[in-house]
């Protein structure tokens, strides 16, 4: 992988992706009208949300970016996984919520974060990464915790959805957000899970795209899982359940674990070396 400058513009789009990210969660945070036409359900998630983005994402987008931009590897795969995380909670910032005055902000940072991945991606050499990790990274471990999840992940959102299509009624998360379907549950069922299952297909079977996509899903899903534990303690205390403490707890660890696995995998490289 080539460590030049020229021609990166991980480095630029990096900085213009965290000052909208960083406007639109302390508007959501501290601008009441910002999410005045949601339920409660619906707001106090995308608080939830807003919180994790600036005080998580941002320095680990920032981070990652600028590392990066300079020649690391890890950083690079960081920064692509923390991408993903993005693309995936805007798509429901610009698609599910309703107009307001950030709507041209949520668009930007939509199509900031896909061309950002677009264009950056020919940085990230697949073959040199492979060589890199293959002697040692936790490739089967890492390959099973996705599948772990992705099983979890759609058996959540699909017994919802197929009791409710044999019902003939609409699902209580569409009801509870006011929208026309679960937007979560599509970009889940379309998009999140397929990938997880083709980059643990991808590892099984030792292929160099499968070495980068992991740690990349790795950072995503440590990031949404933190996300997940802390949407519910906000929206326990707007008053939308209970507070569940075996279920945050549980996002909890799975997201320190992600977190924890990504760096044995980086970890791999030294003691190869």
């Not at 359900?41 to 600028?66: H, K, N, R, T």
């Not at 920064?79 to 693309?87: A, E, F, I, K, V």
Request: overall charge positive; proline content about 5%; glycine content about 8%.
């Amino acid at each position: 992988m080539t460590n030049g400058r020229t021609h990166n513009p991980m480095l630029w789009s990096t900085i213009a992706i965290v000052l909208l990210v960083a406007v639109t969660a302390v508007a959501g945070i501290f601008w009441p009208a910002t999410y005045a036409k949601e339920t409660l359900y619906s707001s106090a998630g995308a608080i939830g949300s807003d919180l994790v983005d600036l005080l998580l994402v941002v320095p680990v987008l920032l981070i990652s970016g600028v590392l990066g931009y300079r020649g690391s590897v890890p950083a690079r795969l960081v920064w692509l996984g923390t991408l993903g995380y993005l693309l995936y909670n805007f798509v429901l910032y610009a698609f599910g919520v309703h107009f307001n005055a950030l709507f041209l902000v949520y668009c930007a940072t939509l199509s900031l974060c896909f061309y950002a991945t677009v264009f950056c991606l020919p940085l990230i050499s697949l073959e040199q990464i492979a060589q890199t990790y293959r002697p040692r990274a936790p490739r089967k471990t890492t390959a099973i915790v996705l599948l772990v999840i992705a099983v979890l992940f759609a058996a959540f959102d699909l017994g919802e959805d197929i009791p409710a299509l044999l019902a003939g009624r609409v699902p209580q998360s569409v009801i509870q957000v006011n929208l026309p379907v679960s937007f979560i549950h599509c970009l889940d069922l379309i998009f999140l899970l397929p990938g997880m299952c083709i980059t643990a297909y991808l590892l099984f079977r030792r292929k160099a795209s499968g070495y980068a996509l992991g740690p990349a899903f790795l950072a995503l899903l440590a990031i949404m899982n933190v996300e997940l534990a802390v949407l519910m303690v906000v929206m326990a205390l707007k008053g939308c359940f209970g507070m569940f403490y075996p279920m945050i707890v549980s996002f909890a660890v799975v997201g320190v674990g992600c977190a924890v696995l990504l760096w044995f995998y980086f970890a791999s490289a030294k003691e190869g070396r």
